[in-house]
């Protein structure tokens, strides 16, 4: 298959005799405008042929900044379509753009949220299934097209926040200086923002800054949820996040639990006879090995005064005063699991000996049943329930909230936060991430010492909400 460009009398064709089958009449621009782009160099027009025989079309417009090309309509010929037409279709367009340095393919897609009916809303969301099976991405924008609502996809998601200036550039490109303030909106779809809190959202310190602390409080004054996705017990979160005005949910002890303003309203526990097993195997590990040990019981952690006295030696040398500062002391730690055996939200291993702490990794996950498994931090092994995580929580957490996996963005640094940049309609890894955190994300912001979180949620507000104003 080829991608021609289309002579003038071709694109009438298609004009007249392809376009109103393929698209609603109020989504079809004047010929005349068509031709007008065209012949200013601004608007491209492509066939797609096989072996001589048109198979469809695309037409393409180039942003007034030449930093982006919108594909405005997209079609294949109806006897072809669902044999691999359409994929081979943007892989050549995807070529072309890049041979000719038109800038990043952006598109629009119709918010399969307001399709009249399940039909309609099933061929939307198949739609947005195929442009991400075919390398697009969903960026966090909206925009209201003659009161028609998209959502907005990119070829570039590490340039998903420039998306927002790239669509306005096209837009002054298609129409009139008098008409883009009263014909396009541009906003976010995104409602929610959810975050992890050690080394995401808190400094090098432990500390919340102050400019991140303004930047969540006034996406709750816009109206946005913050929920706090933290490895943490939940009496252990930082009051100062806690208390901030509007934050009402949190997920704690790597999603084991679910809070609203305080109050538990979800939670998995390990099995009773999981815990027993994990204690054998702690019993035996420490015989080989310099481990300890932490459990999560209600929203309370308990440690080991062991590890209390001496965080540093099993690897905590960062987290001395906050160990010390959140943790109950207790010289009989299995007792006190024993005693709430049926209350355990997590237990942790903790140990400085990557050798002998890999392996007891590969042993927990092939010798006790109903766990899983995961790590905040190198140096902690950290146990919950079988198919515990903060991505399913948060995934429970959106649905209670009737807020859709779209609208959620998601920020973490460690292996533990992997599921949840994965649920999240866009998952954002800082700077200092894992390697696993920053493969499963589709954007990495700076670091968490450097206000990644707020870097992106202040150019949210501001980019997207000013434009939304001003455009109306």
């Given at each position: 298959?080829?991608?021609?460009?289309?002579?003038?009398?071709m694109?009438?064709?298609?004009?007249?005799?392809?376009?109103?089958?393929?698209?609603?009449?109020?989504?079809?621009?004047?010929?005349?405008?068509?031709?007008?782009?065209?012949?200013?160099?601004?608007?491209?027009?492509?066939?797609?042929?096989?072996?001589?025989?048109?198979?469809?079309?695309?037409?393409?417009?180039?942003?007034?900044?030449?930093?982006?090309?919108?594909?405005?309509?997209?079609a294949?010929?109806?006897?072809?379509?669902?044999?691999?037409?359409g994929?081979?279709c943007?892989?050549?367009?995807?070529?072309?753009?890049?041979?000719?340095?038109?800038?990043t393919?952006?598109?629009?897609?119709?918010?399969?949220?307001?399709?009249?009916?399940?039909?309609?809303?099933?061929?939307?969301?198949?739609?947005?299934?195929?442009?991400?099976?075919?390398?697009?991405?969903?960026?966090?924008?909206?925009?209201?097209?003659?009161?028609?609502?998209?959502?907005?996809?990119?070829?570039?998601?590490?340039?998903?926040?420039?998306?927002?200036?790239?669509?306005?550039?096209?837009?002054?490109?298609?129409?009139?200086?008098?008409?883009?303030?009263?014909?396009l909106?541009?906003?976010t779809?995104?409602?929610?923002?959810?975050?992890?809190?050690?080394?995401?959202?808190?400094?090098?310190?432990?500390?919340?800054?102050?400019?991140?602390?303004?930047?969540?409080?006034?996406?709750?004054?816009?109206?946005?949820?913050?929920?706090?996705a933290?490895?943490?017990?939940?009496?252990?979160?930082?009051?100062?996040?806690?208390?901030?005005?509007?934050?009402?949910?949190?997920?704690?002890?790597?999603?084991?639990s679910?809070?609203?303003?305080?109050?538990?309203?979800?939670?998995?526990?390990l099995?009773?006879?999981?815990?027993?097993?994990?204690?054998?195997?702690?019993?035996?590990?420490k015989?080989?090995?310099?481990?300890?040990?932490?459990?999560?019981v209600?929203?309370?952690?308990?440690?080991?005064?062991e590890?209390?006295?001496?965080?540093?030696?099993?690897g905590?040398?960062?987290?001395?005063?906050?160990?010390?500062?959140?943790?109950?002391?207790?010289d009989?730690?299995?007792?006190?699991?024993?005693?709430?055996?049926?209350?355990?939200?997590?237990?942790?291993?903790?140990?400085?000996?990557?050798?002998?702490?890999?392996?007891?990794?590969?042993?927990?996950?092939?010798?006790?049943?109903?766990?899983?498994?995961?790590?905040?931090?190198?140096?902690l092994?950290?146990?919950?329930?079988?198919?515990?995580?903060?991505?399913?929580?948060?995934?429970?957490?959106?649905?209670?909230?009737?807020?859709?996996?779209?609208?959620?963005?998601?920020?973490?640094d460690?292996?533990?936060?992997g599921?949840?940049?994965?649920?999240?309609?866009?998952?954002?890894?800082?700077?200092?991430?894992?390697?696993?955190?920053?493969?499963?994300a589709?954007?990495?912001?700076?670091?968490?010492?450097?206000?990644g979180?707020?870097?992106?949620?202040?150019?949210?507000?501001?980019?997207?909400?000013?434009?939304?104003?001003?455009?109306?």
């Amino acid at each position: 298959m080829v991608l021609e460009l289309l002579e003038e009398s071709m694109i009438v064709k298609i004009y007249e005799e392809r376009m109103p089958k393929d698209f609603a009449k109020g989504e079809i621009k004047p010929l005349a405008r068509i031709l007008e782009l065209r012949g200013q160099g601004k608007y491209f027009c492509y066939g797609l042929y096989d072996e001589g025989e048109f198979a469809g079309y695309c037409f393409l417009v180039v942003s007034k900044e030449q930093d982006a090309v919108l594909l405005d309509y997209f079609a294949i010929s109806k006897e072809l379509r669902g044999k691999g037409c359409g994929s081979i279709c943007l892989s050549l367009l995807k070529a072309e753009i890049e041979r000719r340095s038109f800038g990043t393919l952006i598109l629009e897609v119709e918010n399969p949220r307001f399709g009249k009916d399940e039909g309609e809303r099933e061929l939307r969301s198949r739609r947005i299934a195929f442009y991400i099976r075919n390398g697009m991405t969903l960026t966090y924008l909206r925009i209201f097209l003659y009161d028609v609502e998209y959502l907005v996809m990119t070829a570039k998601k590490q340039e998903m926040l420039r998306t927002a200036e790239q669509i306005y550039h096209t837009y002054q490109v298609l129409l009139k200086p008098d008409k883009i303030h009263t014909k396009l909106r541009i906003s976010t779809n995104i409602r929610c923002f959810a975050t992890d809190m050690d080394r995401t959202l808190l400094n090098e310190r432990g500390k919340l800054s102050l400019r991140t602390k303004n930047a969540l409080s006034e996406a709750l004054r816009k109206g946005f949820h913050v929920i706090i996705a933290s490895g943490r017990a939940y009496d252990t979160l930082p009051k100062e996040i806690t208390s901030i005005p509007g934050i009402e949910y949190a997920i704690s002890s790597n999603g084991a639990s679910v809070w609203y303003k305080g109050e538990c309203i979800r939670r998995i526990v390990l099995k009773e006879e999981a815990v027993s097993d994990l204690l054998a195997v702690y019993g035996r590990a420490k015989e080989e090995f310099f481990v300890a040990m932490e459990v999560f019981v209600n929203g309370k952690a308990f440690c080991e005064r062991e590890y209390f006295d001496d965080p540093s030696a099993f690897g905590s040398e960062k987290a001395v005063e906050y160990v010390r500062g959140t943790r109950a002391v207790t010289d009989n730690l299995e007792g006190v699991v024993r005693e709430h055996i049926d209350e355990v939200e997590s237990i942790a291993f903790i140990s400085k000996d990557r050798e002998n702490r890999e392996k007891l990794k590969r042993k927990l996950l092939c010798e006790i049943p109903g766990i899983s498994v995961t790590s905040s931090i190198e140096h902690l092994i950290e146990i919950s329930g079988q198919d515990v995580s903060k991505g399913e929580s948060l995934k429970w957490l959106l649905n209670e909230l009737h807020i859709e996996r779209e609208e959620c963005m998601a920020f973490g640094d460690g292996d533990n936060d992997g599921e949840m940049l994965s649920y999240a309609g866009i998952g954002i890894a800082v700077e200092n991430a894992s390697q696993l955190a920053k493969n499963t994300a589709d954007f990495v912001t700076k670091a968490h010492f450097q206000d990644g979180v707020a870097v992106v949620v202040e150019e949210i507000l501001q980019k997207c909400v000013e434009i939304d104003e001003i455009l109306l």
